[in-house]
């Protein structure tokens, strides 16, 4: 009787381990596979943002070299 629940008892520790490693490995291939689609998506919003970042650079050093030309003491001030 004893080896009978001893051999149900490892025979259900056997399940539960095989379907712990079994989702384990199903939760590593689905996580690589789903990081293999997205990346190359993030990679062009990545270079996207880069983009803008550059271009509000420009525009910001635009502005205040406007405004210093602009600017009461500015290069067009005469020197009185």
Request: hydrophobic share 50%.
């Amino acid at each position: 009787m004893i080896v009978v629940l001893v051999a149900w008892l490892v025979l259900l520790i056997g399940i539960l381990l095989g379907a712990l490693t079994g989702a384990a490995v199903c939760y590593k291939v689905l996580r690589d596979e789903m990081l293999a689609r997205v990346r190359p998506q993030m990679n062009v919003v990545e270079l996207k943002v880069d983009n803008l970042r550059t271009e509000l650079g420009f525009v910001a050093e635009n502005q205040d070299a406007l405004r210093r030309e602009i600017s009461p003491g500015g290069p067009n001030a005469r020197a009185s």
